[in-house]
């Protein structure tokens, strides 16, 4: 059993070292404190998230990779600077599981501070840059060493104050836009409460999806044919009941931790800042989209794809010949490779899915959920060798799940291309014709089902199946649920798949919200008008954004509250339009380069709300404070309209 735990330990490792990069563990804020015109004190506070600490300044001997918490300030000339931070409270001992130290650190909120004076008053004022540097850890994972940085002035203002600028000046300024963007209140940060889900309903649903996947893939003909060869490889090794069982397991957990380290690999590669951007681009949706497409070519039988044979042929030999656990592993390696040519577009949706969140637990999950569904079958093969008895042979039956694959594939690669579409707005997939597309093959789909379409590699059947005649049925009655849409219906059960209604020329179902897409504008607007504001951060690329906006949005309700009553900006953070002058801004410690309509929204959640996640809601009053907590995916309709109303309250009060 200690194999078995050894993989599992693996799985687990990968999978918490991966969600340690996840949220936000500590949040920092810095502030001057005034004492006397020529004496201040800076305060830098850290709120750590339950379970998670910062250490303390002192490095021990034997760190083990420890990362002291460093804290520094450079001023301006004339500022004199006491020696040291004074933290709030002692930094407490503890025996770190993870590293089995004996270390000092803070968890909760602390704050440090320390005093400085200026020369004469300073009559220009002083500017201070104050760095915190850390590392946050809980229990059993740390993250990885990460710095903040804040640029703090104190007393008079070092040059006059210009004028809030014009909305489309902002949104053209050069590198000097963001400081005086956040001199307006309307750009200034603000402190943002809102309930997070350990496991958000977008990571629920990519696991599901994974795991449904891995049981689809089971039925292609590459991994059924694989039945066979796992129950005979099993067989001959013969051995007791106990050591059937630790064999079982350990081919299951092979299996998954095989998919993990590609799914990892896959963040690894990219990294987590860039999944989101990789996935709206122009480059990689086009050329998923084609793959899609050859696969799916591929699928009806116009050609096959696969690896070269000797690979596989190389590391089943070589499974054949080795004893232990590494047999089994390369077993389960066999089993991935010969796959790759059915599993590969399962896989590479899941991917560019897992991508779209724009975290780097989504291909871990992603990938997990495809390997536990993979796995659990063949797991019960390897361990009851007698099940393949009541198993169907390979077949006709397996090329026509391979058909429909095909056009599985199909329907999900015009929502690749729909997504560079609407970033890049080309306008080729505008919703009409992207509904034309799905009804015409889903409409195809069911004649295939019941047997009036056939491809030149298919069997010749003489009747429809019962299954095929009830498939066939859904695929036909998905297509006529289709059919309003070509005149404007909202469709919600697609809504997280088809282009926005926005993009639709002919409505019969009447308009949408009247909405801003530049932040400034609608708020000045609501300035002017006396209205409070709905401030929505979504995407082209957000499949919830898609899901909220039918879901809720579209309902009577909360269109009739939010019509009536707020100033809706919805804005896009994967917009791909170029700014006319783009611009430079220092955000942790780093300089981001801020060149789209999206960078700059993207911008203002991170910088504004401390928030990067999508959908993201926010109610603020005229001068851009928030009139209650946020609210992220969340399909319950009564709740999002008591929260709307909750606003409309706080902003007459």
Known sequence: MKRIYALMLLAATVLTATAAALPEYVKWSARIDSVAPSRGTIVVTASMAEGWHIYGFDKPADDAGMYPTQLTAEATPGVTLADDWTPSRPAGEHIDALLQLRLTWWDGT?????????????????????????????????????????????????????????????????????????DNAWWAPVETTGA??????????????????????????????????????????????RRSIADALTYGASII???????????????AGKLNEIATSAVFNVVFFVLLVVFAVSFFGAFDIKLPSRWSNAVDGKAENTTGVLSIFLMAFTLVLVSFSCTGPIIGTLLVEAASQGDVAGPALGMGGFALGLALPFGLFAFFPSMLKEMPRSGGWLNSVKVVLGFVELILSLKFLSVADLAYGWHILDREVFLALWIVLFVLLGMYLLGKLRFSHDSPSQHTSV?????????????????????????????????????????????????????DEGMQYAADHHLPVLVDFSGYACVNCRKMEGAVFDTPEVRSIVENNFVLIKLMVDDKAALASP??????????????????????QRHKFGSATQPFYVMLNNDGKPLGPTRSYDENVEAFTEWLETGIENYKK
């Open 110 to 182: 602390v704050s440090f501070s320390r005093g400085f004076t200026t020369a004469d008053g300073a009559p220009g004022g002083a500017d201070i840059k104050v760095t915190a540097s850390y590392m946050v850890c809980n229990d059993r994972s740390c993250t990885a060493p990460a710095t903040t940085t804040f640029d703090l002035h104190f007393g008079a203002p070092s040059a006059p104050a210009a004028p809030a600028a014009a909305p489309e000046a902002q949104a053209s300024a050069p590198a000097s836009a963001p400081a005086a963007a956040a």
């Open 257 to 271: 931790v095989i998919y993990l380290i590609l799914g990892i690999a896959i963040t690894l590669i990219f990294g």
């Open 196 to 241: 997070t889900a350990e496991l958000p309903a977008s990571a629920l649903a990519l696991l599901v999806f994974g795991f449904l996947g891995g049981l689809v893939a089971l039925l292609t003909p590459c991994v059924w044919p694989m039945i066979p060869m796992t129950v005979s490889f099993f067989l001959k090794r013969g051995r007791s009941r």
């Open 583 to 604: 611009y430079s801004v220092e955000e942790n410690g780093r300089t981001m380069r801020i060149a789209t309509v999206g960078d700059k929204w993207s911008y203002l």
């Open 467 to 519: 299954g095929g005649f009830f498939l066939a049925v859904c695929s036909l009655a998905f297509a006529v649920y289709l059919l309003p849409g070509l005149w404007g219906a909202p469709l919600k059960g697609i809504s997280a798949f088809a282009p926005p209604l926005h993009t639709q020329d002919f409505n019969l179902y009447g308009g949408e919200f009247r909405e801003f897409d530049n932040y």
